[in-house]
């Protein structure tokens, strides 16, 4: 999955499609179908955004396209008022209904959300059909067309020229929002909300956006279908087309944008052919094609589970992320004078059930120093690393960091104070670029929100980021592949990525859980020389490493733990022979 900016494949297919009208050939009832293909693909975009990649999938999205659609159909029925100005009127009700369902909705995890969102996705169904006011199950008739001056949009050709206008804005949008930095954020979301939050990211509020911007593409597809159909019944926007929905973005590819329309296309074709086709072989009318687009759904997951786009189109280009301008970054942090206290871990304490992790540990780090933090497996060091970070709250005891009490830290505030970490478990964006994955590490030091990344009003911000990517790829040796997906890359190159985005927080403490394991002895010792190189720029480090010799030469001072007690602390000259280290290596598991 990866957001290229100039398809040449799919603008050609798009502009076939949108010169296909009116060049005669083609019948109304094939224009009103691609109309209607229009329509669906803005609610599949939505779905490819909120399902493929933000990872939460929606039963529900129909219900949506139901406020769109019957917000316009109330405001031009009942009160007169104008076709035009009930758009943002439409946007505006799916935004708020999202808005409270969506807080609701994303919270929930795993199977909760999917169920939650049927459970919805039924509830207004019923609602729409049982309200008077909208008609009750018959609906609400006689909406008045689209104008342009006094020529009415009546002609599917007219319709068609509206709403592929719509299709291809939300496809730019969508783009732009994905390609930017809260794009990163949110493709995050699925593949690794550990890292998004440990560099910053908001990841209740990213799903958020995500549930909302879905929403009134579908409250955009409603007010199309309202004024195209020009009536409304709630038919249409119950669970059964909710799945065809999703049945749209999964098919095209869940994670691509252009796959929503080739999805659309599909469904709507299917759908439209299995009409025709079904009674005449089974000799009967009835639903039968929920049944083949349920058999077409197990096939796609069984046999082309990223969709059809990749196997038509092969994989997607490289992004391209704007060049630097001028060898200018992101302003660095000015950093404490070297020496002075930064973080002061004072009895710190963590429970599991009945097992102490962390045993009332105490250890400081200075500023412009690198602290070993060792001890063999299970020591607890990794679980000293989130209490600082914020991943666990402290079962008792204090960490303070440059004078704040970190008792109620989160991940986002200790990334803000300048905590930048790494994690013994790798966690990249795989299918993000490797530039990406390190420009996430930049996410607190950009501003732009989506509305700036849709209209591309990001670009100068996103310049000054991808300089400093790029810089922080230079130091750890990874220039050369930094447009290659994250995921190709080998273990030792991944914890090296995850440096770099640690360092492109401009970080003024680095917390590196194991950062030398899996590295070749050449990439160990550039490392080393790295470490060295931030130390000497008033950066702290505080290091947690099996390999002795390399952190032994590395660290100013040691802190020694064995099941979760600090049983040492000291220079390293001293920790080689200090009698309980030796113990607890000699007869520990490591
Ligand atoms: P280290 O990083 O030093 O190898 P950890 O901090 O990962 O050790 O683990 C310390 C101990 O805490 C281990 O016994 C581990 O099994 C346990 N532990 C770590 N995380 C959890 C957790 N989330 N729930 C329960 N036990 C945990
Ligand atoms: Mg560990």
Redesign the pocket.
């Known amino acids: 999955m990866k957001f290229s900016r100039g398809p040449i494949i799919p603008a050609i297919c798009a502009l076939a499609i949108l010169v296909a009208p009116f060049t005669g050939l083609l019948p109304d009832y094939w224009i009103t179908l691609f109309n209607y293909i229009g329509i669906s693909s803005l609610v599949a975009i939505g779905l490819v955004l909120l399902t493929g990649v933000g990872g939460m999938t929606s039963f529900g999205q129909a219900a949506f396209v139901g406020f769109g659609a019957y917000t316009t159909a109330v405001l031009t029925t009942r009160f007169g008022i104008s076709p035009w100005l009930t758009l943002p009127a439409s946007l505006i009700v799916t935004m708020a209904v999202a808005g409270l369902i969506g807080a609701i909705t994303v919270r929930l995890s795993g199977h909760y959300l999917p169920l939650g969102t049927i459970a919805w996705g039924i509830a207004f169904f019923y609602l729409f059909g049982n309200l008077d006011w909208l008609g009750a199950h018959d609906g609400l008739a006689g909406i008045p067309p689209l104008r342009l001056g006094t020529h009415p949009l009546i002609d599917p050709r007219d319709y068609f020229v509206v709403v592929w206008i719509a299709v291809v804005m939300a496809v730019i949008a969508t783009q732009n929002l994905l390609g930017g930095r809260i794009g990163r954020a949110i493709r995050a979301l699925r593949r690794s909300t550990r890292a998004a939050e440990a560099f910053g990211v908001n990841t209740a509020a990213a799903k958020l956006m995500v549930f909302v911007y879905a929403a009134m593409l579908a409250g955009l597809a409603g007010w199309l279908y309202a004024h195209f159909q020009r009536s409304v019944s709630p038919g249409p926007f119950g669970i059964t087309t909710g799945t065809e929905y999703l049945l749209m973005a999964v098919l095209g590819g869940a994670g691509r944008v252009y796959g929503a329309i080739l999805g659309a296309a599909g469904i709507t074709f299917l759908r439209d052919q299995l009409q025709n086709f079904l009674p005449w072989l089974i000799g009967n009318t009835g639903n039968y094609e929920t049944i083949a687009f349920g058999a077409v759904l197990v096939l796609i997951l069984q046999t082309a589970s990223s969709g059809v786009w990749p196997i038509l189109f092969g994989p997607p280009p490289p992004p391209a992320p704007p060049t630097p301008r001028g060898g200018k970054t992101t302003p660095e942090r000015t950093l404490p004078a070297p020496g002075t206290a930064l973080l002061q871990v004072q009895d710190a304490r963590k429970v599991?059930?009945g097992?102490v992790?962390v045993n009332d540990v105490n250890f400081d780090v200075q500023s412009g120093r690198i602290i070993g933090l060792i001890?063999p497996?299970?020591?607890?060091?990794?679980?000293?690393f989130n209490l600082i970070t914020g991943v666990l709250p402290l079962s008792s005891g204090q960490i303070q960091f440059e004078g704040h009490a970190l008792r109620t830290q989160t991940p986002q505030r200790a990334a803000a104070l300048g905590l930048g970490r790494t994690f013994?478990h790798v966690e990249i964006v795989a299918d993000m670029s490797v530039i990406e994955n390190v420009a996430l590490g930049a996410h607190l030091l950009g501003r732009a929100g989506p509305l700036r990344a849709i209209l591309r009003l990001d670009r100068a911000e996103e310049a000054l980021l991808f300089a400093n990517a790029k810089r922080q790829l230079d130091r750890v040796g990874l220039a050369d592949v930094a447009f290659k997906p994250a995921g190709t890359l080998a273990l030792g190159q991944l914890r090296l990525v995850e440096v770099a985005r640690a360092l492109c927080l401009h970080p003024v403490l680095l917390l590196l859980d194991e950062p030398a394991a899996g590295l070749r002895v050449g990439e160990k010792k550039a490392l080393a020389r790295l470490l060295r190189e931030v130390r000497s720029e008033g950066l702290s480090v505080l290091l947690?490493e099996h390999d002795m010799d390399f952190v032994m030469s590395l660290a100013d001072r040691l802190v020694v733990?064995d099941f979760?007690t600090r049983i040492a602390e000291g220079i390293p000259a001293d920790i080689r022979q200090h009698p309980a280290v030796l113990e607890a290596y000699l007869g520990g598991v490591s």
Do not use: R
């Open positions: 599991f059930g097992l992790a001890g497996n299970g020591a607890g060091k990794s679980t000293t013994q947690v733990l979760g």
